[in-house]
């Protein structure tokens, strides 16, 4: 399973974003896509997942209100739509991709065995 992360860039406060990731395969081995992201200084950190059986996303407190995650069937892709953006959330976000298990906790980075390159998001004040 390959990922390509897209769609970051520079945008002011308050504005918005929408990230993309392409996934090379839809497969029944693939149970979630996740989103994190590094932010300087920081420990890469969990932003958003969503599970490919319908079941709704799941999002950090940081992003809930704020960013709205989707599949786009018809392009084999998840997207992200970031709004309310601020300069907190500055950063390279990666996109993830987590096989069935008996258990996969979704917010876990360790839960994610496939991962795209990142795409950098800058949110200036």
């Known amino acids: 399973v390959q990922l390509q992360a897209s769609g970051g860039g520079l945008v002011a406060a308050g504005g918005s974003l929408r990230l993309s990731c392409a996934v090379s395969?839809?497969?029944?081995?693939?149970?979630?896509v996740g989103w994190f992201r590094k932010i300087p200084g920081k420990e890469r950190e969990f932003v958003a997942a969503?599970?490919?059986?319908?079941?709704?996303?799941t999002y950090s407190d940081s992003v809930r209100g704020r960013f709205t995650l989707a599949t786009d069937d018809a392009k084999n892709a998840v997207t992200l739509e970031m709004n309310g953006l601020q300069p907190d959330d500055t950063g390279v976000y990666y996109c993830?991709?987590?096989?069935?298990?008996?258990?996969?906790?979704?917010?876990?980075?360790?839960?994610?065995?496939?991962w795209g390159q990142g795409t950098e998001v800058t949110v200036s004040s």
């Open positions: 969503i599970r490919l059986t319908g079941a709704a996303p």
């Open positions: 993830a991709a987590a096989r069935t298990a008996k258990v996969v906790v979704v917010t876990s980075e360790y839960a994610y065995q496939y």
């Open positions: 395969e839809r497969t029944n081995n693939v149970y979630a």
